[in-house]
């Protein structure tokens, strides 16, 4: 990312302070007093925002481009940015989305793990309902769940699996991730990866982490940040899957839903204002929640287009 120069920068302090001040005043402020007053720091913030947006969407054009997806949305409609896919913070202490049924929750787990390749960590989709056909990653159809080419950037196809054998297939395949993670780490090349688990009530249901046939999955998403390992869920009932993952990770989006219990669930995390605005949410919004602040997101639709993958 270029960085704006001084120039830039005094010349965007110049116009909020003229804004601020409603200034009408011929005298120009020295930079010292824009130093001082903040808004030299605040104009140099708004440029790197302005340029992270800029090049965000140059991005998402390419990869759309290559990859023969569709930006059906017109650039007016992104109103996010970067900061919408905290991927540091995401690599530190996981993600889950939740929301009801078709309220984009695949579309943004598709956004973000091409925010994620773009920030070289790898990615592993465990995906049980054909929704990630014709995605740019390879993917596997998984049969037989004790002979699977255990490898990154791979979309692991598991519909033809049963709930209890996609278990066991995450369960050994995070138990073997996490074995290697620790000896790469070990030897001071501390990966980069990231799990994404569509449907996460299939493989972890409520208060199963602290349960003994759960450890694996337990280990990966309690201590996997430590060796370079995170995850990205999501689920539509709250009330089906551990709240202890949900708690324990750090970013959360939250989807149109309704539903009296997967609501009163909510409330444990967001302010009686922001639950009850779920149940007006459109598909594709979402409150982005990061510790106790929230925000709206509108995100744009990736669509596969026919020509393509006729
Ligand atoms: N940001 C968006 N803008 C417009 N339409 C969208 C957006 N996101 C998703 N959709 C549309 O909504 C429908 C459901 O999207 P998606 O599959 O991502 O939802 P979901 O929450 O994963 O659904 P499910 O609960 O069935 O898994 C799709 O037809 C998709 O085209
Ligand atoms: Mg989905």
Aim: charged share 30%; aromatic share 8%; net charge positive.
């Amino acid at each position: 990312m270029t960085t704006p120069t001084k120039k830039e920068i005094i010349e965007e302090s110049m116009k909020i302070n003229a804004e601020r001040n409603h200034s009408v005043s011929s005298i120009t402020p020295e930079i010292e007093e824009l130093q001082e007053s903040g808004v030299y720091e605040e104009a140099r913030n708004k440029l790197m925002r302005d340029q992270e947006n800029h090049e965000f969407l140059a991005y998402l054009e390419r990869m759309a481009n290559q990859s023969g997806y569709e930006l059906i949305k017109s650039k007016a409609d992104y109103c996010f940015g970067l900061q919408d896919f905290p991927i540091k913070i995401i690599m530190k202490e996981g993600a889950f989305v939740i929301g009801g049924r078709g309220c984009g929750k695949t579309n943004l787990l598709k956004l973000l793990v091409m925010e994620l390749l773009k920030c070289k960590i790898e990615v592993k989709v465990i995906d049980s309902a054909l929704a990630w056909k014709n995605y740019p990653l390879p993917e596997l159809r998984v049969k037989d769940v004790d002979s699977v080419n255990n490898k990154w950037n791979m979309i692991y196809d598991c519909s033809r699996l049963s709930v209890l054998e996609i278990r066991k297939f995450v369960n050994e395949m995070m138990s073997e991730d996490v074995r290697e993670a620790i000896l790469l780490t070990d030897a001071g090349r501390k990966p980069k990866c990231c799990y994404v688990l569509e449907e996460a009530q299939n493989v972890i249901l409520p208060n199963s982490l602290r349960t003994l046939k759960f450890q694996e999955i337990s280990r990966f998403v309690t201590q996997g940040r430590n060796f370079g390992l995170s995850y990205v869920c999501s689920t539509q009932r709250l009330a089906s899957t551990d709240v202890n993952l949900v708690e324990i990770s750090g970013v959360k989006y939250w989807g149109k839903m309704g539903g009296h219990r997967n609501l009163i669930k909510a409330r444990a995390w967001l302010s009686k204002f922001n639950t009850w605005r779920l149940r007006d949410l459109e598909v594709g919004q979402f409150h982005l929640q990061i510790g106790s602040k929230v925000k709206l997101l509108r995100l744009p639709l990736f669509k596969a287009t026919e020509e393509v993958y006729a």
